[in-house]
């Protein structure tokens, strides 16, 4: 049900569709990292979340998971969501720095993570999203090369998966 | 109450309190390895408090640097960091901590200059942190609703929105006596902070008057509202008073906003003991058993208990204090106060309500671990997270106004 006060979130989101018609996923993507990385500045060097240890910072909630299912209740799986990933994809094939990528299991990952690594970049350190899962269903997405460069391995991951939507690591550049 | 008991527990607080302070300055809630090894503003602003009564100034002075040091680019100060200072939030706003920085902030300045205030007060630390100061109380009024003239929290001491999202008393004490300290603190170093003592006034007037419920003879906890910039507030979804008794609704007279002999204290005190007394174990519960949100199952807690025995230190009733202050020293094990105390039966119902309502996190495994492989619960007792650092702050508080009131060297 959508009442005035409550309908930015689901206005975002058919926001980024709109956007990818417009514009393409590409100039999608740079549009809400660039909304990312500037709400980040706002708020401050930081990480979000639990802490298994030091380095390791989880979510045990997916931060939209509500608006993603209810949004997804009305236009199931968006072609726009699918270019999107499937963009975020190729660009992490090409890169040289690919564990830099989010492990995106919904297009609001492009958002989550610009913002988070600001944050992090910020507080002098680096941010690694090693896994994700989505609230749409027990859907998981690895970045492996995330994932080897914290030293860890995937069940390691997927085990704090299982009490958790998002898991990073926190990569501090004087201890490498 | 057993004065020699009562001195080994002040020892050792202090100990604890130096103990539990990072390199970088931060107290710990609790130590490394146990539930709060982090640095939250709100128990760290009290550590800080307590550093500066028992004399501790350079650990007060470090630990006034780190979470100055920390503020977030709008001014907030948040809920949590880690031990770099680097912001480890994972819930949402609470104000309260603004307040409480600055509060804290005043009183390691006035205990620098003591009786030669003017003269000997640390005015160039101050002074180096003006900006800081000057961002801190900006946010605190960015938070201000001009229909309420009250500060807008999501979270306050509790950490619970659904009795504290809205117009909550602790942290518009905490935010008003924040204020009224950074007044302090500009006069003496010659600012113009007039306009800041203007909205103080107003901000706790606006306590005084919407916040107190007359027909009680009680300060109330909250006016439950959702949005911050609703207006009119009468059709906000959340729109409703909690009248439930709490034990932050001592706060008014707790930061100094009004006198403990007033009456609306007085009553306030008095709704909050006949309520929130455990008539089973002793000690001060911190709100009703039917909020439901006990973890380790409902009880008294350390800290509240020696916030209320403030009160009676300052109206003379020694009886009183020492009943509170007893109960708190009576409750430590090994000269070490915990969070709360339970019982095996509430511990068990707590267990069972969550348990039944899924609604018991992973993380509360190790809790309830810990509660049952604590020697006091061969006792009888449940006791929730010991060490926390916090209580023993507030007991250095309260039981050395004990101590200089009744029993003047």
């Known amino acids: 049900m959508i009442r005035l006060e409550n309908m930015l979130p689901r206005a975002f989101l058919l926001g980024i569709m709109k956007m990818v018609d417009m514009s393409g996923p590409l100039e999608t993507i740079r549009w809400m990292q660039s909304i990312g990385e500037e709400l980040a500045v706002i708020e401050g060097p930081g990480f979000e979340g639990a802490r298994m240890d030091t380095d390791i910072v989880y979510l045990p909630i997916s931060p939209f998971g509500n608006e993603v299912v209810e949004f997804s209740r009305i236009y199931e799986k968006p072609e726009q969501f699918s270019e999107i990933i499937g963009t975020m994809s190729n660009l992490k094939t090409k890169s040289a720095a690919p564990w830099e990528f989010p492990a995106m299991s919904h297009v609001l990952d492009v958002l989550q993570h610009s913002y988070n690594q600001k944050r992090a970049e910020l507080a002098g350190t680096r941010f690694y999203n090693l896994g994700s899962k989505s609230p749409l269903g027990d859907v998981r997405q690895y970045n492996t090369e995330a994932i080897e460069r914290a030293g860890m391995s995937k069940e390691n991951v997927a085990e704090i998966l299982d009490k958790a939507f998002f898991v990073y690591f926190i990569e501090h550049p004087e201890k490498e | ?409």
Not at chain 2, 192 to 200: I, L, T
Request: contains cysteine; proline residues 4%.
């Open chain 2, 1 to 409: 109450m057993n004065p020699i008991e009562a001195e080994r527990l002040y020892e050792n607080s202090v100990r604890i309190l130096k103990k539990n302070q990072h390199e970088k300055g931060g107290f710990y809630a609790s130590p490394p390895g146990t539930r709060y090894p982090f640095i939250y503003p709100r128990d760290h602003s009290m550590c800080i408090y307590g550093a500066v009564e028992a004399g501790l100034m350079d650990e007060a002075r470090k630990g006034l640097e780190f979470i100055l040091n920390s503020q977030k680019p709008l001014g907030e100060f948040s809920q949590r960091y880690d031990v770099d200072g680097n912001d480890a939030s994972y819930k949402e706003l609470q104000i309260d901590g603004n307040g409480l920085v600055l509060f804290v902030m005043g009183k390691y300045f006035k205990a620098t200059g003591g009786s030669f205030y003017e003269e000997m007060a640390d005015k160039a630390f101050v002074a180096s942190h003006w900006e800081t100061i000057e961002k801190a109380v900006q946010f605190i009024l960015m938070n201000k609703n001009e229909e309420v003239n009250l500060i807008h929290t999501i979270n306050s001491i509790h950490e619970y929105p659904a009795y504290e999202h809205g117009f909550e008393i602790y942290a518009n004490c905490a935010c008003c006596a924040g204020i009224y300290a950074a007044v302090d603190m500009g006069k003496a170093l010659g600012k113009d902070v007039s306009v800041w003592e203007q909205q103080a006034d107003i901000i706790r007037q606006a306590i005084f008057t919407r916040l107190y419920s007359p027909r009680r003879r009680s300060f109330v906890k909250c006016i439950r509202v959702k949005d911050k910039n609703s207006k009119p507030i009468g059709y906000d979804s959340f729109a409703s008073i909690v009248h439930d008794v709490d034990a932050v609704e001592y706060a008014p007279a707790y930061f100094e906003l009004i006198s403990d002999y007033d009456i609306k204290t007085v009553s306030t005190v008095r709704r909050i003991h006949q309520q929130l007394w455990d008539s089973e174990i002793g000690g001060l519960n911190r709100y009703p058993e039917y909020w439901g949100r006990n973890n380790g199952g409902y009880g008294p807690w350390c800290h509240f208990t020696c916030q209320l025995a403030n009160h009676h230190i300052e109206t003379d009733n020694r009886e009183m204090a020492e009943n509170y202050l007893d109960w708190v020293v009576d409750m430590a094990h090994e000269y070490t106060l915990p969070e709360h105390v339970s019982t095996i039966e509430r511990f068990e119902l707590w267990l069972e309500d969550y348990t039944n309502g899924k609604i018991l996190r992973d993380s509360k495994v190790k809790l309830i671990e810990d509660i049952r492989a604590h020697p006091k619960w061969k006792d009888g007792l449940a006791y929730v997270t010991i060490p926390l650092i916090w209580p023993h702050a507030e007991f250095i508080i309260s039981y050395k106004k004990y101590r200089d009131k009744f029993n003047p060297a």
